[in-house]
């Protein structure tokens, strides 16, 4: 069994959180709490942890359905961005799957890929 | 509000500032800390009742942003207020509280900063939470409403009381 299926999510009214192994994730609904980072920080850190674990080449993260978050989730993804950036020789290319017609997503994933280098990818529906 | 920062209300001189005594669609006060995530849910059910798709999604960023920075940044001695107003073709949301001298001028240079450059603070905003936990306190929520979703974003400064108001077309 994969460390990344064994990841405990946590219970968010308005987030679905889905892990497919090997490598996919899927988010859906919104993060509007005003601290995500205490419930969901940790969770993304440990899928983190787990994709290096587990020697993955690449994580897919579908966010397509993830149609509101805040300034405080964003950041989540931008500290899942330096971690896989700063990963080294053992990490992954981090695949974000956004979708265009989300505002949040048009504007902060191309900013996030230039800061990530070449360990974040895109794929824009 | 005895003060209007002018440099944020001079580019947009035509259509000139929102007009503080405006009709108000909704119109809150908390003299505690407010539970954000089910007031903002019910601002969002209201903005896509209310207006188009896009204008919803202004008004719920714009509401979120303003209200965290509210509550993270300002003083919850006095009471906070929130506003959703229109006035003729434009949509206001405005947040009221009370602050620190030092943090009113420090918000005041951030937004002329934002309003001159929008993208490349996002941009700088967004790397700049690339840095360690203490580096935080960034205008990544303004940021967002001036540059994601396109609003203009005005300062009405009265003593330590501040408000901040985000205005676009609808």
Known sequence: MSNLSQVDLPQLASLELVITPPNSIAMRGTIAIPDPGLLLGGCFRRMHEAAIADALRELS???????????S???LFVDWSSWVANAGGGGYLLRF???RRITWQRTSFAVLQSLGGKRIALDVE | MSKVDPFLTRGTAASGAFPAASAALIHVTWDASPDLEQFLGFISAYAKGRFSNSVAERVTLASTELLDNAVRYGSLARDCTYRLAIDGQRVAVSVQNTTMTTRIEMLSAQLKRLESAPEQVYGSELERSMGPSSGRRSMLGLARIRHEAEMRIELDVDGNDVTVRAVCSR
């Not at chain 1, 993260?61 to 300034?71: C, E, G, M």
């Open chain 1, 61 to 71: 993260v579908d966010v397509r359905q993830l149609t509101f978050v805040n300034s």
């Open chain 1, 73 to 75: 989730a964003i950041r």
């Open chain 1, 97 to 99: 799957r956004t979708d």
